[in-house]
């Protein structure tokens, strides 16, 4: 229907209304300085990623990364401690320094003069009609809609209704990085990435770390890193594996977590790392027109547009399948071409997305898991290569790491890689390449220079390593030596 027949009010109508400032806020460029906009934040700009997400967390383990490092450096020769650690320095540094001044210049720079097209509207928002949304409180609110609304509103984290019920003070990553005092331990329920990115952060920064998973930990790796990197978190952790959160207690010595084997596990600290989930269903969508998936996940075609909703795209953990920064931030590129050229429309870009865990190990991967690619039929070659067989992971005195590439035994096609240890989000970036570019990997290995001794050498074994029914390698090529 044609917006101003709605029997709302509107108090300003946009070309463009953009809900969240995460991805959505880098659509708004110059080629969009014509058109009126408006951006609803009720948080602060810059979404979770820049708030409580990929970067403060990643500050984080680097910080982590470097205490762990220097109490096993006894291996090298080395005789090393760390006296202290100074976490409200930590906390100033990343958060009062770095992200907290970020966030604000992002909201002054839409406020301000540079882009004078936008409005910012700082209140939660729902859906009163077609492409027309409520915002504001009681008083204050403001009628707006517009002829395209982007709604790139994230997500959330999800609690377990055990842990909701119980009133027990719990923390999630949108918090836990803020606290005041570094805690003596920490109990986290959950086995996803999150979960054990913070497992290494607190660990390595002197907590004892208690974690519950009602399976395994990162059960959706390829067996290969799977098993060894279970092995190598219950060596450092109190992990207690295949238990169900049943109910909790707050108590004089921090939370006690119930667990359905009538055992418990108790904590300064209480942190819920189990997942995220989209936060569609706090925008009254219905009242849009908006079809969703379940509750809160809005459903969109192949180029980002509502099933259902006229002139409504959405994008990042709203909709996507995948819920990463890398993919909102290319979700966001093709939704600003669509908007842009609604007669050229682009797909939203879902082919071999890439993914990391930094915890320690670190993990990451890209394509089919081994399992995967036999389900797929492919007749499928793998190779399993350690870090300690080059020179570099003798350097390091490396005894746990490793790379696995899954490939296509007739064709020469990369399906999968996989790699946990040092570098493993750095180092997988040549086999993105492979995939992106549909390369044949028996021809990638000996094209090529590899510097000797660098750690990518990890990666040319490995693919030196697969075995085809038509090897493509010429005559000399062979795996290099250590030294």
Same mark, same amino acid.
């Given at each position: 229907? @044609? ?15 953009i ?37 403060? $967390? ?25 006296n202290?650690? @100074? ?5 100033s540094? &990343?958060? *009062?320094?770095?992200?907290?001044? &970020?966030?604000?210049?992002?909201e ?52 377990p ?23 003596? $331990? ?21 907590? *004892? ?5 009602r399976?395994?930990?990162?059960r959706?790796?390829?067996? @290969? ?16 594996f ?31 790392a ?11 969508? /219905?009242?849009?027109? &908006? ?10 075609d192949?180029?980002?547009? $509502? ?35 609604? *007669? ?16 320690? /190990?670190?993990?990451?991967?890209v ?37 696995? +590439? ?35 990997v ?14 990518p ?5 490995? +693919?030196?390593?697969?075995a085809?029914?038509?090897?493509d ?11």
């Amino acid at each position: 229907m @044609d917006i101003t027949a709605s029997k709302t009010t509107v108090d300003r109508h946009y070309d463009l209304v953009i809900i969240g400032t995460g991805s959505g806020n880098s659509i708004p460029g110059p080629e969009f300085e014509d058109r009126s906009i408006a951006i609803i934040e009720e948080a602060s700009f810059g979404g979770t990623c820049l708030n409580a997400g990929c970067i403060p $967390s990643k500050m984080y383990v680097h910080t982590a990364d470097t205490a762990l490092h220097t109490r096993r450096s006894g291996r090298l020769g080395l005789e090393a401690e760390i006296n202290s650690v @100074d976490w409200p320095g930590i906390v100033s540094r &990343i958060f *009062e320094n770095r992200v907290d001044p &970020i966030a604000a210049a992002g909201e002054e720079y839409r406020r301000g003069p540079r882009t004078p097209n936008i409005d910012v509207y700082d209140q939660h928002a729902v859906f009163v009609g077609e492409r027309t949304l409520r915002t504001g409180q009681a008083g204050r609110q403001r009628i707006i809609s517009g002829d395209q609304v982007v709604i790139a509103a994230g997500s959330r984290p999800s609690i377990p209704e055990a842990i909701a019920a119980s009133g027990v003070r719990y923390h999630t990553n949108e918090d836990i990085m803020r606290l005041q005092q570094l805690p003596k $331990s920490l109990v986290i329920v959950g086995g996803g990435y999150i979960a054990m990115e913070f497992a290494h952060v607190f660990d390595a920064l002197g907590a *004892e770390v208690t974690i519950i998973t009602r399976s395994t930990l990162l059960r959706n790796l390829d067996n @290969d890193l799977h098993a060894p990197f279970n092995h190598l978190a219950a060596d450092r952790f109190d992990v207690r594996f295949g238990r169900t959160t049943v109910g909790a207690e707050q108590t004089d010595k921090g939370i006690t977590v119930r667990l359905d084997d009538g055992t418990s596990a108790t904590g300064e600290v209480l942190l819920v790392a189990t997942g995220r989930i989209p936060n569609g269903d706090l925008l009254d969508l /219905p009242a849009g027109g &908006i079809e969703t998936i379940g509750s809160g996940r809005i459903k969109v075609d192949e180029y980002g547009r $509502s099933t259902t909703a006229a002139g409504v795209w959405a994008l990042g953990d709203i909709s996507s399948p995948y819920m990463l920064k890398h993919v909102a931030n290319a979700e966001m590129r093709a939704v600003r071409h669509n908007l842009l050229n609604p *007669e050229n429309l682009q797909g939203m870009p879902h082919d071999h997305v890439p993914a990391a865990t930094f915890t320690h /190990p670190q993990i990451a991967t890209v394509g089919m898991t081994e399992a995967q690619a036999r389900e797929n039929g492919h007749n499928v070659t793998t190779k399993v290569q350690e870090y300690g067989d080059v020179a570099y992971g003798w350097a390091m005195e490396d005894t746990t790491s490793i790379c696995k +590439l899954v490939a296509d035994k007739d064709t020469g096609k990369l399906l999968g890689a996989h790699y946990m240890g040092p570098q493993a989000s750095t180092l997988i970036q040549q086999m993105i390449t492979v995939l992106a570019f549909d390369l044949d990997v028996r021809h990638f290995a000996a094209k090529q220079y590899w510097i000797h001794p660098a750690l990518p050498e990890v990666t040319e074994n490995a +693919l030196l390593g697969l075995a085809f029914n038509q090897p493509d390698h010429p005559k000399n090529a062979s795996a290099h030596a250590p030294m």
